[in-house]
């Protein structure tokens, strides 16, 4: 276990201080930092330095791969949350911002547990501020050291950057030709853990219910397989049914995409009690900033309306469908999506060259330097009038 990182990394961001060991800090170890003597990380895997410098960059990264999507996406109201969430924060009394908020969140996590249904129970819900938060609790709380964490090579870009605060080892399991998860090259070796987004990022693809079951049944059941469901209400199936079964299983969720509010901050974990138990007692102990009270109360509200959400992430699978279509008539390659973006390939031009074409016209894509993407770009779906005006600009490549 090396979960002892959390406060040197801090001090040692603070101080402004470098890694001063003699490896420089090529040993990548804060556990080493100011330390004398021959390298006592010789042998050991490579992490990420959480120096000073190092630390700064990885934050820098985060932004620099998360611009704003589509001009036209930023004021468009069929995309807002529910109006049952803007009716709450109407309606919240700023007087109640002199009390703290809940911090287990019960209100919250009753409303959670309503909505997903049948057998989810609010100790089987951990709320955090955002699922980023949620996802560094499970990696503080469930991985460890003892063997490597497998994820696909190409999946959420901050899984590794969790490996490097908390010192986890880990290893990128390529996916298969197509794009898809390989869960016979995931299973292979020992591992402490399984983590995956389903539907993945930035592919889109999703790995069918029955192959994942057949994923946990290969894999020893003491040992945590998290699967992040940020995107599942763009056409995925969600794995919640299988909790019963696999007490291993963790499901991640978050209420910024198909929810509308990711400036809110909130995402959620479901698992069985014992595991919440656990994430709540590392969550105590280590930081226990709760979920503010406004936004307890529109998660809520949110939870409340499905209706709502259910039209408006249709309108999203539909209009996904109409471009990926017209694009695949113009040549281009379109990855089967589940989730609100498209990840597609230009016959001949690379991503960085499309994204640098399409920026001009005043619209941002995303696109990757990893050598085996590098020729793909990622698109958001907004609405049928946003992705019409983004054809007409890609027609033109
Ligand atoms: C797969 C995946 N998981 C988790 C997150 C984090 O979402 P948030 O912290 O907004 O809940 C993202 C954000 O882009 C994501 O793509």
Redesign the pocket.
Known sequence: MARQNGFLVLNQFFSGAACRHPCRGICNSVKYAGTQGPCPCLNRRPHVCPSFFSIASLYSRRAAERPPLHKTQRKRKSLSPSPEVQKAVREFDAGQYRLYPDPDSNALRNAIAGMLGPGITPDMVFAGN???EV?SFIFFTLFDSDAPLHFPEYT?SFYPVYCGYYDIPFRKIPLASDFSLDCGALLEGDSSGLIF?NPN?PTGIFLELPELERLLDRYPSGRPVVV?E?YIDFGGETALPLLEKYKNLVIVR?F?KSFCF?GARL?YAVADPGIIRALFTAKDSFNHFPVDRLTQEIGVAACGDPGYYKKINTEIIQTRGLFSAELEKLGWTVLPSRANFVFVRHPSLNGREVYEYIKKQGVLVRYFDSPGIAGFVRISIGTPDDMRQLLDIMKNL
Request: net charge negative.
């Open positions: 955002g699922s980023d996802l959420y987004a990022a992040d940020a978050t910024s990711a995402g």
